[in-house]
Structure formats: C-alpha cells, structure tokens
C-alpha cells in the first residue's frame, strides 16, 4: 500500500505519517503540504529511510494532489488539510475547505484510486445543548454551528463523499475527531490550551492559561487519532461512513493533575476567563470500538506520551511511569 497524506506538516498529518510509516504494509508514505514538516519530524522518520517523500503542495490546486498522487504510485489518501484559524478569511476556508476536500475525490475519481480517510469534525453536531444531557451519537442528524465556516465546509465534506461513492464508487470514511491536542498544538484556543499546558511543563517552563480550567471537554490525543486514521485506511471500506473520535468529559485541570503526577512541581497556573465552550463533551464513540477495537488511550498515558515527546524534542531525558 502507499499512502498520500495531505495535510501532513500540521498535528494530525505528522502523527498519521508517522503511524503508517510503523506499519510494514506501506511501502511508501507521501506527505504534501504548503510547508515542511519541522525538523524534529525528520529526526523520528529517519529509521524509514526513503519510505518518506514530502511534497511541496496546495490542496486548493488539483494538479498539485494529482502529481503528488501520480507520481509516487499511492492507492490510499488522508486528508486532514484544514483551516482552524478564528480569523475570517473566507475565500482561504473556500479554497481549503471546500475546493480543496473536492480536489481530493476529484484526483481519486482521475487516478483510479478508491479508499480515502479524510477530517470531518465534532463540530458538525453544533452545541452540547441541542442535545441536552445525553451523549451524541454519529446517527444524529448534522446541526453546525450557525455562522462555522468550518462546521459547514465539514459538513459539505461529507456529502461531497456520498456523492463520489455513490457515482465513482470512492470508498471515503470521515474521522469525526473532539478537542484534538498533542505537541505542537496551536490553534485555535481549545487545541492550544491542553497542548501548551503539557508541552510547556514538560520542558520545565512555567504555563500560565487565560481560562479557569474548569470547562468539560472530549478530547482526544493526536497519535490516537492517527492510529484510527491507519486502522481505516488499511480497510478497503469501513462499516460505516463516519465514526467519533473523542474521550470521556475531561477538564484542563485534569490535564494538569495528571502533569503533576509525572513532573510534580511542575507551574500551572489557570486565570479566571471561563472557556464557555459550546462544543460537545459528552461524545459517544462506541463506533469505533465495535467495528475496529478502537479505544483512546488513559488520560494519564496520553500525558505521558506528551511530555516525552517535548521532551525528546529538547534533547531532555525521557520520564519512565
């Protein structure tokens, strides 16, 4: 098998790079993204040798995908290309969202190739409130935010891969993920907030949030979800045409005792700004263990594997538990 992975620089995209490369059965994984991955990525990947080829590319330019795509032989494409900015830019979220997700069926459809996994979002569902006290399921019917250009271009993705499947026989399978976090997790507020807060910590700096630190969240760690992203892509097709990916209600100030626990004088300190999120937490995703024995790791194991990731980074000595 021989993956493209587009998107491949940004959180997820390193982490699924990264997860097929330790497959045996990819002979070859294919990275495009407008910019390269960063240093550090190249120091985990060099035990693959040239199994790996980063390609310079822009998912709005459907020459760029077919290239990439056409040239390394690959079967198989992952695309988490994805604007998460808060900044209005509406023709960059058309062009990435929406033209950019079309491109990547379109080169399926040109190229013959019939197994995509690709990003939709928990924010399809719109507000925990719609729902009330009960957890969301993937059969519910899809209620974006009002005004969430990236809620709607998701919600578009979808049925972009229902249309493909249905006239070209494209087998899509999209990764509903929650509060997504991990080393190098920036943007926007909600991945920033958890990511620095174990980062920092784990190199010894002081983390200091804006918010309380009370607000539940379902979130789910990177390499998580690029392990499930490799689960369905190594399928031909999935049970199902979207699955949740996310773990039980947690607090930032969970995080931090779990931070605590491995570096235990560790500065956090939380400010008094409530995080007021909207988004779903209680988040069902029983889907994905029934059809793939799917589960997120322990909250505990998750910080771990963090902290030793900004760890080995700063050339630090790793944490054992």
Same mark, same amino acid.
């Given at each position: ?52 080829a980063f390609v310079p590319g822009d998912i709005s330019r459907l020459e760029h995908v077919m290239n990439a795509a056409h040239v390394h032989g690959v ?6 290309a994805m604007i998460l900015s808060q900044a209005p830019n509406p023709r960059l979220n058309t062009m990435v969202g929406c033209l950019g997700a079309c ?189 793939? /024995? ?20 700063? /050339? ?6």
């Amino acid at each position: 098998m021989r993956a493209l992975v587009i998107g491949g620089s940004g959180l997820f995209g390193k982490k699924t790079v990264l997860s097929l490369l330790r497959d045996p059965d990819f002979d070859k994984v294919v990275s495009l993204d407008v910019v390269p991955p960063p240093a550090s990525f190249f120091k985990n990947i060099e035990p693959f040798g040239d199994r790996f080829a980063f390609v310079p590319g822009d998912i709005s330019r459907l020459e760029h995908v077919m290239n990439a795509a056409h040239v390394h032989g690959v079967d198989r494409i992952v695309n988490w290309a994805m604007i998460l900015s808060q900044a209005p830019n509406p023709r960059l979220n058309t062009m990435v969202g929406c033209l950019g997700a079309c491109n990547v069926w379109e080169a399926s459809r040109l190229l013959g190739i019939k197994r995509v996994v690709y990003a939709s979002s928990e924010t399809v569902y719109g507000e925990q409130k719609d729902y009330g006290d009960r957890e969301i399921t993937e059969d519910e019917r899809l209620l974006p935010f009002t005004g969430s250009f990236y809620a709607l271009a998701k919600c578009l993705a979808e049925i972009m891969a229902a249309q493909y499947h249905g006239l070209y026989g494209v087998e899509s399978t999209a990764l509903r993920p929650a509060i997504g976090y991990g080393h190098g997790g920036k943007d926007p507020k909600f991945v920033r907030w958890p990511s620095e807060l174990v980062s920092l910590a784990a190199v010894g700096k002081p983390v200091t949030l804006e918010c309380t630190g009370d607000w539940l969240f379902s979130l789910v760690f990177s390499d998580d979800v690029a392990e499930f992203a490799r689960l369905a892509l190594k399928s031909a097709s999935s049970p199902h045409s979207a699955y949740n990916l996310g773990g039980p209600p947690r607090s930032l100030k969970d995080i931090a005792a779990a931070v605590k626990k491995f570096i235990p004088d560790a500065r956090i300190t939380f400010g008094s700004e409530s995080e007021n999120c909207e988004l779903p937490w209680k988040y069902n995703c029983d889907r994905a263990k029934e059809d793939y /024995g799917f589960s997120v790791m322990p909250l505990e194991r998750a910080v771990l594997t963090h902290i030793n990731e900004a760890r080995a980074e700063a /050339g630090l000595q790793l944490i054992s538990e």
